[in-house]
Nanobody, 123 residues
Framework: QVQLVESGGGSVQAGGSLRLSCAAS????????MGWFRQAPGKEREFVAV????????RYADFAEGRFTISRDHAENTVYLQMNGLKPEDTGIYYC????????????????WGQGTQVTVSS
């Protein structure tokens, strides 16, 4: 099992920045990639970004490209999501996730999920 704990959410004004963190513990040696999904009120959960744990290659949703950066720290077993230029439509709960399947595709069920952290962007 892998446990994921998110932190770093909060409230900011449009144009501001936040950095989310996701600390992983447990059998992390089997993890291929970690990433983030988000869920806005009344909407389905959607893919944000994913990073390969070993070599650091990443993929982003179109709305995240150029504004968000995903990175990982092996020593801390942590994945980060730096979010700049935040917009009100970025508001939602952000969920960290991890998976063992060797792909960076967004279209499959992840193996492990965190509890989520709230991000609120006001206009």
């Amino acid at each position: 099992q892998v446990q994921l704990v998110e932190s770093g959410g909060g409230s900011v004004q449009a144009g501001g920045s936040l950095r989310l963190s996701c600390a992983a513990s447990g059998r992390t040696n089997r993890v291929y990639a970690m990433g983030w999904f988000r869920q806005a009120p009344g909407k389905e959960r959607e893919f944000v970004a994913v990073v390969n744990w070993s070599i650091g290659s990443a993929r982003y949703a179109d709305f995240a490209e150029g504004r968000f950066t995903i990175s990982r720290d092996h020593a801390e077993n942590t994945v980060y999501l730096q979010m700049n230029g935040l917009k009100p439509e970025d508001t939602g709960i952000y969920y960290c996730n991890a998976h063992k399947k060797p792909t960076l595709s967004e279209n499959f069920s992840r193996d492990y999920w965190g509890q989520g952290t709230q991000v609120t962007v006001s206009s």
